[in-house]
């Protein structure tokens, strides 16, 4: 019989050991070391640091007296093995297999399968290591560990817990917390839980976090001088691990769990209407003799709050671009007389044609027709276009005729009616309400292109947009054949005009003629009104028609201060973004910076700047598109029509 050797393993003391546990996986194991049975433990190292620690049965001496389930060590110091001689190189190869874990480097761990599958993450990105509780569950486990640990539980995945480090600042933020004893749940969770979002977030959790004691001190003393602020840091918490969660995205492959990081958005602000451009604010910008010097500080005011109705009639003239602003009064009026002779010349061409100069003009004839045609159609329901021969439905369709011998080139297209009535309606004025319209159509006139670029080229923006700032809404439109946005189609052509009550669409229209805080701002209020309608949208299992039909159906429900304060909101929370691409630059009037954008299969489609789909369209095989993605768009605009 030969002797047998002793061999001391280094001291430390088990915590907490767990048997009956298989290694799964592990990051830079080979496959043949997968799948073995052995013991968790949760240990305290030599130099006090401590660790979890996985050691394969090979390695393990189970005494007869253990239980088979559980082995629940408290601050047992580990024992010396015995192993023959001839076991020496097979106790070498098990000791090169212990996995360790420093509670220092953990990030993250994870509970599944019915709490018996633990992974665990040290490094952000990548789940190192996964185990399989055989003969229980982990909960026991995990609660031990949470004595050695600090944790954050994630408000989206349950089962994932966030380590928090302690340092001696957070252990200080932690005892003046208590002191001021402002929380009734426990203090330390919620120091935890601020620290944690600090890491990610600085200023922004700084400023909550100062916001919400500000309120308590204040403000939170009730009858026994304090009062529940449960509610007030359970959204401080939520707030303060959403960076922390949302960046991990899980991905599988044979060995181990691979987290994809995603970029997140910042906060969304709160951004609250202000009051509309008063008589007294607009005559106090205007010099002696009518000038204002003061431009963007007006449209500022517009932009924020809107105009006054009792002075709207006068201010849109200058915002859509009749009345220069830096006209004197006496050289407005000179400019009317002139605008006035210029538009009865225009109607006077169209008005003395001939019966067969119009046979011999087809154009001119097919226009004429769809006009009378709109018009006749156009917001019959409210009692300024109501009733039979209505003058203000021929001056309206004056109007749109005189448009057409204007700017013959684009002419008429359906839906321009619908821009024509609002002005008309505040205006009642037919050469103001006709050079008003010259100007909105400068701002829309590529709406109105008849191969329809334009519109598709915003209706992919909107597309972009929405990825960007609400990718799972999305996501779930485009499994749902809506993800090319045609259901915002009508949106778009008119700015909104069938969505809102005139005296609604008038102060979204002058919000918008401002052209703050970007161009393309329109875009935003269609992703704050799809924001709204998230919840619904995805939990209902429409398809692309029930969809339209119930975008369609929000006409005349949406509240205009909500929707604009949300939208500006989202634009605020998007220009915060770090991660920006080349596409949403462009959308927001940013300079690209030549950023590859790539698909979400993560194949590698253009640069910005590129002319791959710059109009809007695809380029596959030179056409403008595929069949059905044209029979899609035009089953979208007819029915929006």
Request: charge should be negative.
């Amino acid at each position: 019989m030969s002797s047998s050797s002793v061999e001391e393993i280094p001291e430390q003391t088990d915590l907490f050991t767990q048997d009956g546990v298989l290694l799964k996986a592990c990051l830079g194991r080979p496959v043949n070391e997968l799948n073995s049975i052995g013991m968790l433990c949760i240990v305290q190292n030599p130099d006090a640091s401590k660790s979890i620690e996985w050691r394969p049965n090979d390695l393990i001496t189970i005494d007869s007296t253990q239980d088979q389930d559980w082995a629940l060590v408290n601050t047992i110091r580990r024992r010396q093995r015995t192993l023959s001689d001839n076991l020496t190189a097979d106790y070498a190869t098990a000791r090169a297999r212990i996995i360790k874990i420093p509670l220092k480097e953990l990030q993250s761990f994870r509970i599944t399968h019915k709490n018996q599958q633990m992974n665990f993450s040290c490094k952000l990105g990548v789940w190192q290591s996964t185990f399989y509780f055989q003969h229980g569950n982990a909960e026991i486990f995990v609660a031990y560990l949470k004595n050695h640990v600090k944790t954050a539980r994630s408000s989206r995945d349950k089962n994932t817990y966030m380590v928090v480090e302690s340092t001696e600042e957070t252990r200080a933020l932690n005892r003046s917390f208590t002191e001021l004893d402002l929380f009734t749940e426990n203090t330390t969770d919620v120091v935890w839980n601020i620290v944690s979002n600090l890491k990610e977030r600085p200023y922004e959790t700084t400023m909550e976090a100062f916001s919400k004691l500000t309120n308590i001190v204040y403000y939170g003393n009730e009858a026994n001088g304090k009062r529940d602020v449960s509610e007030d840091v359970a959204d401080l918490l939520t707030k303060s691990m959403v960076a922390a969660e949302e960046a991990h995205s899980v991905t599988k492959s044979d060995e181990y769990e691979v987290i994809s990081v995603k970029p997140t958005l910042p906060p969304r602000p709160c951004i609250p209407r202000s009051t509309p451009l008063s008589t007294e604010k607009w005559e106090g910008l205007q010099d002696p003799l009518g000038r204002v010097a003061e431009v963007e500080g007006v449209k500022q005011l517009i932009f924020r709050g809107g105009v006054a109705h009792s002075i709207r009639k006068h201010v849109w003239k200058y915002i859509l671009d009749y009345y220069p602003w830096h006209m004197t009064h006496a050289e407005v009026k000179a400019l009317q007389k002139k605008k006035t002779d210029e538009y009865y010349c225009m109607k006077l061409q169209w008005r003395t044609m001939t019966e067969g100069q119009e046979n011999r003009f087809t154009e001119y004839r097919d226009r004429k027709s769809l006009v009378e045609k709109d018009v006749n159609r156009t917001d019959r329901t409210h009692p300024y276009f109501a009733g039979d021969n209505n003058e203000n439905l021929v001056t309206l369709q004056d109007i749109l005729m005189t448009y057409v011998m204007y700017n013959f080139d684009l002419g008429y297209v359906q839906g321009m009616s619908d821009i024509l009535a609002p002005l008309l309606l505040l205006l009642d004025n037919e050469v103001d309400s006709f050079w008003c319209f010259v100007g909105f159509m400068e701002k829309i006139a590529t709406n109105f292109d008849l191969d329809q670029a334009g519109m598709k080229l915003q209706l992919l923006q909107l597309q972009q947009l929405l990825m960007f700032a609400c990718p799972d809404l999305a996501q779930h439109l485009a499994s749902k054949d809506s993800g090319n946005m045609y259901f915002c189609f009508r949106w778009l052509l008119v700015w909104f005009k069938r969505e809102f009550s005139h005296p609604d669409i008038m102060r979204l229209w002058e919000v918008l003629w401002t052209g703050l805080p970007c161009s393309n701002f329109h875009l935003f209020i269609c992703v704050a009104i799809l924001d709204a309608e998230k919840e619904v949208l995805i939990s209902k299992d429409y398809g692309f028609t029930e969809i339209l039909k119930h975008v369609n159906d929000l006409s005349m429900r949406l509240d205009v201060d909500k929707v604009l304060s949300s939208a500006e909101g989202i634009y605020h929370q998007i220009i915060s973004a770090p991660h920006l691409t080349d596409q949403i630059r462009v959308i927001i009037g940013l300079t690209p910076l030549g950023t590859s954008v790539h698909s979400d299969d993560g194949d590698s489609t253009r640069t910005e700047g590129d002319s791959t789909q710059a109009n809007g369209t695809n380029d596959t095989n030179g056409s403008s598109g595929t069949d059905m993605e044209e029979v899609m768009y035009q089953r979208g605009l007819d029915m929006n029509f």
